[in-house]
């Protein structure tokens, strides 16, 4: 069984910082990409950030020049520097891995989500 757990949300001041961490756990013998998603009241929860096994990176626009996404395979650990938060960053932030199974299909799973709030 595969757990993702999320740490380092919380409420932030606008134009201040927070690093997002989410660690892997369980049977696995790589992850694929990873990515952390968003979700604001009443929205439909969209995409911040991915990288890929190889470090490639995708951003939304709305984050690009402002957020970092990063991974350690040896920690089993994905990151997400947040710098010149806004309050439209406000949002649930969930984190999300792709983990291969022993024959190389790749299965889907969820961190439980971790607050961000963001005060003008």
């Known amino acids: 069984q595969v757990q993702l757990v999320e740490s380092g949300g919380g409420l932030v001041q606008a134009g201040g910082s927070l690093r997002l961490s989410c660690a892997v756990s369980?049977?696995?013998?790589?992850?694929?990409?990873m990515g952390w998603y968003r979700q604001a009241p009443g929205k439909q929860r969209e995409l911040v950030a991915a990288?890929?096994?190889?470090?490639?990176?995708n951003y939304a626009d709305s984050v690009k020049g402002r957020f970092t996404i990063s991974r350690d395979n040896v920690k089993n650990t994905v990151y997400l520097q947040m710098n010149s938060l806004k309050p439209e960053d406000t949002a649930v932030y969930y984190c999300?891995?792709?983990?291969?199974?022993?024959?190389?299909?790749?299965?889907?799973?969820w961190g439980q989500g971790t607050q961000v709030t963001v005060s003008s």
């Open positions: 990288i890929t096994s190889s470090t490639s990176t």
């Open positions: 999300n891995a792709d983990v291969p199974t022993r024959v190389g299909v790749g299965v889907n799973y």
């Open positions: 369980g049977s696995i013998f790589s992850i694929n990409a």
